[in-house]
Structure formats: C-alpha cells, structure tokens
Nanobody, 122 residues
Framework: QMTLVESGGGLVQAGGSLRLSCVAS????????MGWFRQASGKEREFVAA????????SYLNSVKGRFTISRSNAKNTVYLQMNSLKSEDTAVYYC???????????????WGQGTQVTVSS
C-alpha cells in the first residue's frame, strides 16, 4: 500500500503561481511513475502531467504545456507540480497518483491522494 498526501493548494489570482507537493510513503517511491490529475466541479477527472520513475519521461496536458512543470525528488519521496500563469479554468481539486508507467488514463494508476483544492480568481 502507498499513501499519498498532497499539499500546496489555495486561492490565487489569475496570472499567479502555486507549487503543489505530494509526499509518498509505504512503498518504494522510485519504482513508480507519478501523475497529477484534476477534477473541476461537475466535470470528469482530467490528466494534467506525469513523470516516470527516472524523470526521463514526462507528459503534459496540452493546455498546461509551458505553464506547468512536473518534477520529482526520489530522495524526498516527493513529486511536485509548479503551476505558473494560472487561469480561472485551472480551478479544480488536484490529485497525485502513482502507477507502473506514465499514462494519461486515470485507471492506469494504482494509488491516489485525497486531493488539494486550487482556486484561481479572475
């Protein structure tokens, strides 16, 4: 079993930045690819970004490319999502997830955090 705990969400004005963190425990972190997903109110969960265990493979949702950066520290069992130039449409609950490979489908991931709310005011 792996436990994932997200932090770093909050309220920010459009154009601002936030950095989300997700700390993992219970399993070998560097054996897993890590992903970030988000779910806006009334919408389905959406892939945002993912990174392989080595950091060599990274994937992004098109609408966040150039604004968001995913990274990880295997020494700290932590994955990050740096979010810049935030827009109102980025408002959602953000979840981190762990799985065997970089994937955009949420059912490819085995473990999930509880989520952290990001609200972008326009």
């Amino acid at each position: 079993q792996m436990t994932l705990v997200e932090s770093g969400g909050g309220l920010v004005q459009a154009g601002g930045s936030l950095r989300l963190s997700c700390v993992a425990s219970g399993r070998t972190f560097n054996s897993y690819a890590m992903g970030w997903f988000r779910q806006a109110s009334g919408k389905e969960r959406e892939f945002v970004a993912a990174i392989s265990w080595s950091g060599n493979t990274i994937s992004y949702l098109n609408s966040v490319k150039g604004r968001f950066t995913i990274s990880r520290s295997n020494a700290k069992n932590t994955v990050y999502l740096q979010m810049n130039s935030l827009k109102s449409e980025d408002t959602a609950v953000y979840y981190c997830a762990a799985g065997p490979k970089v994937a955009i489908m949420h059912d490819e991931y085995d473990y999930w955090g509880q989520g952290t709310q990001v609200t972008v005011s326009s």
